[in-house]
């Protein structure tokens, strides 16, 4: 798997990322250096992780991507309550991001489950030896 922008996960990663910019830059200036920059690192560390993941050799590879994936997910969403706790980030918009992220986790979930199977078993039911 080398085109990582033919998944449909990275496909609405990056919509969210696009979003969680766009939200971002709405927070007071003092926040650029800290809330507004791990935000947005970690929004992008999402699709980042998908696409090095997409580029490595083994499927076993990929699923450990995915899963670092899955990390920068769960950081986003945080950043996210933070920002809106602190009233920099509506509650109805904090409500659509949490949403798509926990499309996307849902969606990190699977695909990475189907790695990991593959990688695990040969095509004959038998566990494979070595990345597969």
Not at 41 to 56: F, P
Not at 64 to 92: C, I, K, P, Q
């Amino acid at each position: 798997m080398s085109d990582y922008r033919r998944l449909d996960v990275w496909r609405l990663a990056h919509k969210t990322r696009l979003k969680v910019y766009e939200d971002t830059a709405g927070y007071p200036a003092s926040e650029q250096f800290v809330l507004v920059a791990q935000t947005r690192r970690a929004a992008s560390s999402i699709t980042s992780n998908i696409a090095e993941g997409a580029g490595r050799e083994s499927r076993r590879d990929f699923a450990r991507f995915l899963t670092y994936s899955m990390g920068s997910v769960n950081e986003t969403e945080d950043h996210l309550l933070l920002a809106r706790d602190l009233g920099y980030l509506s509650n109805d918009r904090w409500i659509s991001l949490t949403q798509d992220l926990a499309r996307i986790r849902s969606m990190l979930t699977r695909l990475r489950q189907f790695m990991r199977r593959r990688s695990d078993t040969s095509g004959n039911g038998q566990r494979a030896r070595g990345d597969g």
